[in-house]
């Protein structure tokens, strides 16, 4: 489809989606900008302020976009390992060169501008593990296979671990979603959703308990399948062999990951998730009876949100997100300006604005002809959910505190870009739904 | 292939809507429901602050400012906001200070708090010290300029009556007055500030700030529609002459006693004076407590005021009030004579009179004039002894209810606190003295002022007015109005007029003609003013004092009361001076200077010598001293015990600690309790020279 007619080729654009990414933008905008107005701002129009500069970045987005938009749509596909591959040697470069910020060297610094390739490797990844996974050799059913997908998904997280940048290592689960879609058995789902559960219930009790509780539940779920076990003695063996692995997995692994591999603050944002004091086993000497910084963040953006009420303090009114009670508000913390500002009806209609955008790329998802593009808008759907769910989740306290960004909300260059991009690469697959693209 | 399983994007979908709804009710119980978060949002951008009003000020009669604010600065400075660039010389210049000081003042200041807190560095300072900075702030960011009123006396005098302002302690505000006040507020401790202190306090406003983390102040929260304005003082405007009152307090300079004077129609007070005294700037400004411990620890007892607290026999002024009651009662005219020789004998045992010239007690007139003390004596007997009377008992009754409407033996009620009733002796203060067996010999001398009979020098003046004005007085009080309003709720007491006991206006000419003959020719010919009919008594008061439990003679107090001129009086006085000898002497000369000053607006060239002459004289017995420094050497010895008692282990426990010692909570005189370690001096005469 190298030529475009532009009547028909409008009316296959999906304007829902479009629709959703700019009122998303435009509440990020507006966010940002009450965050830096004071009563002694002085013009709008002042390039040193946040505000100016993401619109700028919406600008360079919007030239982005429509470049996408008029390219041919056989390009994403052909360019997917080109661009992984740079992607990859964008991290390894970063890893050396990058400039440390607030402990974490995930900014490569070229002039004066600032990247952070490990958001940038969404996309690549994205599209690498689409074109994979759509390639006709590949049969997703072979277990090989999806190693090789995992492996894909999962390459660049580690090197971003290395740059110790957890939160948006983390990211790269989500394709998980992606790849459950496209056949990934349910008990790898299970096996995740178990571990976690195990975790959170090994951190929540103390250990004794635990154990006896899984032998208690062991011992119950022999005794009230005993005649199935008479039939099939193997059924018996694999719940004794599961209550042993929960066993080793809660008794020895979790305490190993958490005084050896995690670090001090990490195993601090776990337990301020759950809702707890970190035990002194864990605190490594570290816990003084002072408030640590991911409570404090947690405990003002609370108040933030919580003092908005039901209609919100009014536009340029948030008198906690303004006097910078909430830190990092620009970035991780952005809800909190939402919240504070337009209050319950403000905040829950950008949680629906945000479920909608979820639901509309995974509806565009099951449309498309092409095993390319159903991929890899699962792949965003999922990157999306994951950056909702944790960052919407850490702001009001029911998730942990790990600094990644509210998607085309929160301030920030290479994030915005990412979504933009990602966003309209999807609309312009969407628009040759009816192509099959290898 | 393509649709490997159709299923699972709908549970993905579900996973979706799932979170979505469980974010909402999240945040539907952190938002709309109450909970702690929303409590905490206030508490920590809010911050509520307390606009105090100026006080009010203190006028006096002619319109001039015997009680001020003046604005002095503390210098406070935030390290944060210095530059690098900041001229400390310039800076040091400026303020006249050591520039080595201050380096070593703000290092430890920033050690101290820190480098974003804002810190005071110089505290009270005067207006003209800050003049030349505050013209050139902008050159010092970082440096500001807080102003920080203070109470200035610009005529130096007045301590006893006005008072001071303090700090309010922890005990004053558990006290249900000052449940208004929060620590840190300031209030009247003595005087008029304390007794006008709801009107000179004003209301306090209160502004509602936003604060952003760092406690810096953003603006106003909710553009001040919580806020609430200070509304200034009320200023008080007062009868008293402050020239009167200037000119009354240098002569009583270095000698214990009292002056008042008072506006007979009025009650007003034209002049008060206790002394010694201090200059109530004193205690304002820095030094505030350092100065008080000194004023504290003075032997002669600065702080306090003779003029309402202490009670003096009155002597022989005392007597134009025992003949009011004897003609009154009817037990003598105003032509009644008595034939002193010298002494009243009819008891036995002689009471001295001064004059025995036949016929100085001839009449009623004559008797005043010469201070006749056989005469007195004689009255009064005749008064309690009266046949209307059952007896000696229902005789000194019946005085003591014409004392009562004197306004004696009980505080009158003027607007000061710490006012005394002094004191009349009762039926069974007697009953208690000659075990149930005395009659009117046993009292005699009440008649002349002397014994049991002791009034406050307020009292004295009062009973001038009382007869000033032929029969009635109102209570006497400082303010005549406050702010413009002389009718306010709080004057209301002031304005009833007393009539007392309904004394025939006749019987006060008697008396008042009596009055003037003390100065035309009885016992104070040197209180005469030209042109100008001035009634007085002079009154030369026998007394005691006790130490180590010896009573011993003391040099007379020379006491003095007048009123002038004779028709329609303007000014009424009285004026004791203790342990100086005769009336005529000392009180007698400052209480006619004090009217002249008053009715004729300046003294008259050839009495200048006497004004400084009563400036200069020191009238203050060695016997204040000696008593002063046993007291503080028992003080000290108890002390002393006490500590060895907590050293030895026998440590007194809470309770016994805060409960205070019952002596001083008896005598009333929490100012000794203070004096105990401090060693003697003669502060009031290093402040009155």
């Given amino acids: ?438 | 292939m393509s649709d490997f399983n159709q299923r699972r994007s709908i549970v993905m979908q579900t996973l979706v809507m799932l979170v979505g709804v469980i974010i909402i009710l999240r945040l539907l119980f952190l938002q709309v429901f109450p909970n702690d978060f929303k409590i905490a949002s206030e508490n920590q951008a809010v911050k509520r602050k307390i606009v105090q009003p100026s006080r009010g000020l203190l006028i006096d009669r002619n319109n001039k400012t015997i009680l001020k604010n003046n604005m002095y600065y503390d210098i406070r400075f935030q390290p944060k906001k210095l530059k690098s660039n900041f001229d400390t010389v310039r800076f040091c210049r400026m303020l006249n200070i050591d520039q080595q000081h201050f380096d070593t003042l703000t290092y430890q200041k920033i050690m101290l708090n820190g480098w974003n807190r804002t810190i005071t560095l110089f505290k009270n300072l005067p207006p003209e010290g800050v003049a030349r900075l505050q013209e050139s702030m902008s050159d010092f960011p970082g440096i500001e300029l807080k102003e920080n009123p203070q109470r200035i006396y610009p005529y130096k005098v007045g301590a006893p009556f006005i008072g001071y302002i303090n700090e309010v302690s922890k005990e004053m505000l558990e006290r249900e007055k000052y449940k208004d006040y929060r620590r840190g507020d300031v209030a009247g401790i003595t005087g008029l500030e304390n007794y006008y202190e709801k009107e000179l306090r004003g209301i306090p406003g209160v502004q509602f700030l936003l604060q952003d983390v760092r406690q810096r102040v953003v603006g106003s929260y909710k553009n001040g529609a919580n806020d609430s304005l200070a509304t200034a003082g009320k200023n008080l405007k007062l009868y008293l002459d402050i020239e009167l009152q200037k000119l009354t307090e240098g002569m009583m300079a270095n000698k214990l006693g009292s002056a008042i004077a008072i506006e007979p129609e009025t009650g007003g007070i034209l002049a008060f004076v206790s002394s010694p005294t201090y200059d109530p700037n004193l205690l304002t400004g820095n030094d505030k407590s350092a100065n008080f411990k000194k004023i504290l620890a003075d032997a002669t007892k600065l702080t306090f005021n003779r003029g309402v607290s202490a009670k003096y026999p009155p002597g022989s002024t005392f007597k134009p009030v025992t003949a009011l009651v004897g003609l009154d009662m009817g037990v003598i005219s105003s032509s009644y004579g008595y034939p002193c020789g010298g002494g009243y004998y009819a008891c036995g045992k002689k009471i001295g009179c001064t004059h025995y010239g036949g016929g100085h007690a001839a009449n009623l007139t004559r008797a005043i004039a010469n201070s006749c003390n056989a005469y007195f004596c004689h009255v009064f007997r005749l008064c309690v002894d009266s046949p209307n009377n059952k007896n000696v008992r229902v005789g000194l009754k019946r005085w003591r209810n014409y004392m009562s409407d004197f306004g004696l033996g009980h505080p009158i009620g003027i607007d000061i606190p710490a006012e005394r009733g002094g004191n009349i002796p009762t039926v069974d203060y007697f009953d208690r003295m000659y075990a149930s067996n005395w009659n009117s010999c046993n009292m005699s001398i009440l008649g002349m002022g002397q014994g049991e009979l002791e009034l406050t020098p307020l009292q004295m003046a009062n009973s001038m007015c009382i007869i000033a004005n032929r029969g009635f007085y109102r209570v006497p009080h400082f303010v005549k109005a406050i702010g413009n309003d002389s009718t306010h709720k709080k004057l209301q007491p002031f304005l009833e007029k007393k009539v007392v006991a309904k004394i025939n206006p006749n019987d006060f000419e008697a008396v008042i003609s009596g009055m003037r003959g003390v100065i035309e020719y009885g016992t104070a010919r040197g209180a005469r003013i030209r042109g100008i009919e001035v009634c007085g008594k002079t009154g030369t008061v026998e007394n005691y004092t006790r130490l180590n439990g010896k009573k011993i003679k003391q040099k007379n107090h020379s006491v003095f009361v007048a009123f002038a001129p004779k028709d329609n009086p303007k000014i009424a006085v009285a004026v004791i001076v203790e342990n100086s000898g005769y009336g005529s002497q000392w009180a007698g000369p400052i209480a006619s200077l004090m009217m002249e000053r008053y009715l004729n607006d300046t003294i008259k060239g050839g009495r200048r010598y006497l004004v400084n002459r009563m400036k200069r004289a020191r009238i203050i017995p060695r016997i204040t001293y000696i008593k002063d420094s046993i007291e503080k050497n028992a003080r000290r010895i108890k002390y002393q015990k006490w500590l060895d008692s907590v050293k030895s282990g026998k440590k007194p426990t809470v309770e016994e600690q805060r409960k205070p010692n019952p002596d001083a909570k008896n005598k009333k005189s929490w100012w000794k309790v203070w004096a105990v370690v401090e060693p003697k001096n003669k502060l009031s005469e290093y402040y009155k020279s």
Wanted: charge should be positive.
């Fill in chain 1, 1 to 438: 489809m190298s030529t475009i007619n532009p009547k028909t080729y409008l009316k296959k654009i999906d304007g829902v989606l479009i629709l959703l990414y700019l009122l998303l933008v435009a509440i990020g905008f507006i966010s940002i900008y009450a965050v830096e107005h004071t009563s002694q701002s002085q013009g709008f129009f002042q390039m040193d302020r946040s505000y100016m500069r993401q619109l700028i970045f919406l600008c360079i987005g919007m030239l982005i976009s429509v470049v996408i938009l008029f390219t041919d749509s056989k390009t994403f596909p052909n360019l997917a390992f080109l661009s992984y591959g740079v992607g990859i040697f964008l991290l390894l470069i970063t890893l050396v060169l990058g400039r440390e910020v607030n402990g974490s060297s995930s900014f490569l610094v070229v002039g004066p501008i600032q990247i952070q390739p490990a958001e940038m490797v969404k996309f690549f990844t994205a599209l690498v593990l689409a074109k994979f996974l759509s390639s006709v050799e590949t049969n997703y059913l072979d277990k090989r296979n999806r190693y090789i997908a995992m492996g894909l998904a999962l390459f660049p997280a580690v090197i971003i671990l290395l740059q110790k940048e957890t939160g948006v290592a983390l990211v790269y689960f989500s394709f998980f979603l992606a790849m459950y879609r496209e056949g990934l058995p349910n008990w790898i789902l299970l096996l995740g959703f178990g571990l976690i559960f195990l975790t959170v219930a090994t951190l929540l009790m103390s250990q004794m308990v635990f154990a006896i509780l899984i032998a208690v539940v062991a011992l119950f779920v022999i005794f009230s399948n005993r005649k199935k076990i008479k039939k099939k003695k193997s059924y018996l063996f694999n719940t004794i062999g599961i209550a042993v692995v929960a066993l080793i997995f809660s008794q020895v692994l979790v305490p190993f990951t958490f005084t050896k591999v995690l670090k001090a603050y990490q195993v601090e944002r776990i337990y301020t998730m759950i809702g707890q004091e970190v035990p002194e086993v864990y605190s490594q000497g570290k816990d003084n009876g002072i408030e640590s910084a991911a409570e404090y963040n947690v405990r003002q953006s609370k108040i933030a949100i919580a003092s908005g009420g039901f209609l919100g303090k009014g536009f340029l009114n948030g008198e906690q997100t303004k006097n910078d009670w909430v830190p990092e508000q620009r970035t991780d913390f952005i809800f909190c300006s939402v919240a504070e500002q337009f209050g319950f009806l403000g905040s829950m209609i950008l949680v629906i604005l945000y479920m909608a955008l979820i639901l509309r790329i995974s509806f565009i998802a099951e449309r498309q002809r092409s095993k390319f593009s159903r991929v890899f808008a699962y792949g965003l759907a999922g990157i999306l959910f994951f950056h909702v769910l944790i960052n919407l989740g850490m702001t009001i306290g029911i998730a942990p505190v790990i600094g990644i960004p509210l998607p085309l909300v929160s301030y920030g260059g290479t994030s915005l870009l990412t979504f933009t991009i990602m966003i309209f690469v999807l609309i312009r697959l969407d628009a040759d739904r009816s192509m099959i693209l290898r």
